[in-house]
């Protein structure tokens, strides 16, 4: 079992900068894939980006590389999404999940075994 807390989220105005974290417990990442996904009201979750814990490397949803940057911290077990440029239309709740998702696959939800409680991120114009 894995236990996920996102923190860091919160209000910004535009072309503002947050960080968001998420810290598990329960168990390591170690052998997962950890994702970001964001949903905003009255519409389906959207994928965000991955990192591949054990090899570094991460996978962005379209149009999301430019401004979303996720990276780990293995001391402290735990995947930071930083956004930056942020835009009205970046509001939405902001989940981290945790799973084994096979290769191109990562932007789908049903990929993922254990989701975190999300944390709001609400951008001013």
């Known amino acids: 079992q894995v236990q996920l807390v996102e923190s860091g989220g919160g209000l910004v105005q535009a072309g503002g900068s947050l960080r968001l974290s998420c810290a598990a417990s329960g168990r390591t990442f170690s052998r997962y894939v950890v994702a970001w996904f964001r949903q905003a009201p009255g519409k389906e979750r959207e994928f965000v980006g991955c990192i591949n814990w054990n090899v570094g490397l991460t996978y962005y949803g379209d149009s999301m590389k430019d401004r979303f940057t996720i990276s780990s911290d293995n001391a402290k077990n735990t995947v930071y999404l930083q956004m930056s440029s942020l835009k009205p239309e970046d509001t939405a709740v902001y989940y981290c999940?945790?799973?084994?998702?096979?290769?191109?696959?990562?932007?789908?939800?049903?990929?993922?075994?254990?989701w975190g409680q999300g944390t709001q991120v609400t951008v001013s114009s």
């Open positions: 999940a945790v799973g084994r998702p096979p290769y191109g696959s990562w932007r789908y939800t049903s990929q993922y075994d254990y």
